[in-house]
């Protein structure tokens, strides 16, 4: 009975998140070359989802016993039910209107009762992070806020278009995290880097190796979804200096499986080309961003 109950609720959650994808309101923006900061739709689809279910049990209820479930349950109840579904249906409308996207030319933000606002980039001010998460809050040149976002892989996008358009980034350190690297394969810990790494969104990646320069570091990451962009250059603010593939244009997808630092400008990583183990070493200038050099892990050149 339990496993039929959450089947259900899963198959209504199901449905609805996959009607709300063909029918969200914000697709338009999309088709015009919007990309999403921040959505709430997903809370939107559990709102939907619980009223689908509260009216699905006042339905069963009625079908089951008709009219005497209002007499067993009480008038005040059922109002109290229906007060509920109702709720449920506008936080969910709510919260589906609740975005943020942003193109070349800065912001658009959509707020429950309020018409769409478009900010330009010269508008904001800065990017803050908070204190006790991975949120970072946009401010105008007043200094109030505009919008937030949660600083993922995707989001990263988005940081680093706001300081190619001068808009600046304030990391406190107070707001600065330590972040446990017992599971990681590092022996120890990334010392002072371990701040730079919790603010970058690269934070829950397993590192593997890392070499540190004056002002950024350089990391190899560990992660099937990072792909070819495994070796990544980070910031002492935790924003991306520049991933490997920026340097490295591969036709295809290629993992990177060592990282040692060769001289005080230059890194050496290690690409794996085939199943037969067959790997190119690169020397990368990691200031000026090019290959110094390549070769086999026979040495030969290439």
């Keep these: 009975m339990i496993a039929a109950v959450f089947t259900y609720i899963a198959g209504v959650f199901i449905l609805r998140y996959f009607i709300g994808e063909k029918t969200f309101w914000g697709k338009r923006f999309l088709k015009q070359g919007y990309k999403i900061l921040l959505s709430r739709r997903f809370d939107a689809y559990l709102m ?16 089951l016993h008709g009219k005497d479930t209002i007499s067993s349950i009480g008038h005040l109840t059922v109002c109290v039910l229906l007060a509920c579904f109702a709720l449920l249906l506008l936080c969910g409308r709510l919260l589906e209107k609740s975005c943020v996207f942003y193109h070349g030319q800065g912001l658009l933000l959509s707020r429950p009762f309020q018409p769409l606002h478009s900010v330009p980039w010269g508008e904001i001010g800065s990017i803050q992070k908070r204190p006790s998460a991975q949120i970072y809050n946009i401010l105008d040149r007043n200094g109030r806020r505009l919008a937030w976002f949660p600083l993922t892989q995707k989001t990263q996008l988005f940081f680093n278009l706001a300081q190619k358009n001068g808009v600046s980034v304030c990391v406190s350190r107070a707001s600065k995290m330590t972040v446990n690297t017992s599971d990681r394969k590092l022996n120890g810990t990334l010392g002072d880097w371990d701040a730079v790494l919790a603010q970058s969104a690269y934070a829950r990646n397993e590192v593997v190796s890392f070499v540190p320069f004056p002002d950024f570091m350089v990391v190899l990451f560990m992660d099937k979804q990072l792909n070819e962009n495994n070796v990544i250059a980070v910031n002492r603010d935790g924003t991306t200096r520049w991933t490997i593939s920026d340097i490295i244009k591969a036709p295809r997808p290629i993992p990177y499986a060592a990282l040692t630092q060769k001289t005080e400008n230059t890194v050496s990583v290690m690409a794996v080309m085939s199943r037969q183990y067959d790997c190119i070493i690169y020397e990368i200038d990691v200031y000026e961003q090019r290959i110094v050099r390549q070769y086999t892990n026979g040495g030969g050149e290439t």
């Design 48 to 63: 939907d989802t619980s009223a689908v279910c509260l009216a699905s049990l006042l339905i069963f209820m009625f079908c």
